[in-house]
């Protein structure tokens, strides 16, 4: 018998989606068991990670867990800690590509241009002051199906750190 059946689809062990300690799988199970975060299910029939007790789903791509949100104020936190590890690390965002399938989660929350206030008549959504635009279609790239946002960036500290306004 192989022993690979034994246990959940992603393996023997996986990296916790909190804290990234290894965690074991349990046997005979589609359960993954964190000492310091509980217990996830992995889902073979959508490929997904759920924490049982929050209820909190993840995805994996490149071996990496992307959190699937369900609100839009768990992306624009990501969105927001993911800016502010730019900053540390010595570069400022350029552009945030959001994944099309967030489109209606997070476009009320979209800063939208307004003629009465500014002199260009942008009409390009931003958040956090920068420009937005949603991914391709995950048929185009199948990245997209999983990760949530991807940041362009260059190097150098933010011209106006705008990043502070965490929720307008």
């Not at 690979?4 to 199970?29: D, N, S």
């Amino acid at each position: 018998m192989n022993p690979g059946l034994h246990y959940p689809i992603f393996g023997p062990e996986i990296h916790c989606p909190h804290c990234r300690q290894t965690i074991p799988a349990l046997t005979l199970t589609d359960t993954y068991l964190c000492s310091r975060h509980g217990a996830f299910e992995a889902d073979p029939k959508t490929g997904e990670l759920i924490h049982l007790s929050s209820g909190r789903r993840w995805r994996r791509w490149e071996n990496e867990w992307y959190r699937q949100h369900t609100h839009p104020d768990g992306i624009r936190f990501e969105i927001h800690e993911a800016l502010d590890r730019l900053y540390t690390e010595g570069y400022r965002a350029t552009k945030v590509i959001i994944a099309s399938r967030y489109r209606d989660l997070v476009s009320s929350y979209l800063e939208r241009s307004h003629p009465w206030r500014e002199k260009n008549d942008n009409k390009n959504p931003k958040l956090y002051g920068l420009p937005v635009v949603f991914s391709p279609d995950p048929s185009e790239d199948p990245c997209w199906e999983v990760i949530n946002f991807s940041l362009e960036k260059e190097p150098g500290a933010p011209l106006r750190y705008p990043y502070f306004r965490l929720f307008e």
